[in-house]
């Protein structure tokens, strides 16, 4: 996930208050590599001794990441209260100064050697978060806090489909890494052009759909929706994952409940990003 700010949902929350109890915790992280994955999306992977106890809490493990604030030193760890009200004493402190705050997916974890990999979609400046990566180097340093995930599955569903734009690229890569084998899927992802797909998987029962806007703005077409509204899905009761632009998402959510007849309850969905800006953090 890439520059967000949404939360675990009512109803994720009260299904993983079944599951083990996941700790959350503040880690101070520097950067150990940058690799371009695509021309718009690089991996950042992140380091420090913390990490080896960052818990897993599922495929699509969410985080918060503090980066320091543009104009100040990037290598100086951002100053995070590592207490239980560490929130409002973040959005009490001086804008000028005060860390970046985004919400991202957790790429792919390696506790054994204390590092995670976290990708973002690079669209220049435009964002303090794009503009952290696009510069990223080794040494500069971060705070991680998290984990959770929204990825929740339920036992009886017969197939899953995965649906997101770019922004969810990460996510939708860890969850089809940790499919069980066998497992059908429909994939659909929404691109800005053919040079920015990925190998994702290459598991025979996963059957990947690319929407690219062929030169439109992100958040501006429906090339998604009309993706999904015009495939061919399998028989049985899915699990449905969708996450990516708020309005799309929207839609997507009601062409799958009102279209196709598939239950509330067993969709997961997000808004990752607003058409203007990322969600603001509240």
């Known amino acids: ?90 959005r009490a402190a001086d804008p000028a100064t005060r860390p970046v705050m985004r919400t991202y ?20 400046d435009m964002g303090p978060a794009s503009a952290w990566a696009g510069r990223a180097e080794a040494g500069d340093a971060a705070v991680l806090f998290g984990a959770y995930a929204e990825h929740d599955p339920h036992p009886g569903a017969d197939w899953r489909l995965i649906i997101g734009d770019e922004t969810a690229l990460p996510a939708i890569g860890a969850i089809l ?8 899927a429909r994939v659909f992802v929404e691109v800005a052009d053919d040079a920015e797909r990925q190998p994702l998987t290459d598991a025979p029962d996963v059957d990947i759909t690319w929407a690219p806007r062929a030169g439109a703005p992100a958040g501006e077409t429906s090339v998604l929706l009309g993706a999904v509204r015009g495939a061919d899905l399998p028989d049985g009761s899915p699990y449905a994952w969708v996450a990516g ?3 799309a998402v929207r839609d997507i959510r009601r062409h799958l409940v009102h279209d196709r007849a598939i239950p509330k309850e067993s969709i997961t969905f997000m808004g990752y ?6 969600i603001e953090e509240s």
């Open 1 to 90: 996930m890439t520059e967000t700010a949404s939360a675990p949902s009512a109803a994720a929350r009260a299904r993983r208050r079944t599951r083990a109890h996941v700790p959350m915790g503040h880690y101070d992280v520097r950067v150990a590599a940058v690799r371009r994955l695509t021309p718009h999306m690089a991996r950042v992977t992140f380091a420090g001794p913390g990490l080896a106890g960052f818990a897993d809490d599922g495929p699509d493990q969410r985080l918060k990441l503090f980066l320091p604030a543009p104009g100040t030193d990037r290598r100086r760890t951002p100053d995070v209260a590592r207490t239980d009200d560490w929130y409002p004493r973040w």
């Open 273 to 278: 990003w607003r058409r203007g800006g990322p």
């Open 105 to 124: 997916t957790v790429r792919a974890g390696r506790p054994e050697s204390g590092e995670l990999d976290i990708d973002f979609v690079l669209h220049g």
């Open 245 to 247: 632009e708020s309005s």
């Open 177 to 184: 890494a940790d499919l069980p084998g066998g497992t059908h």
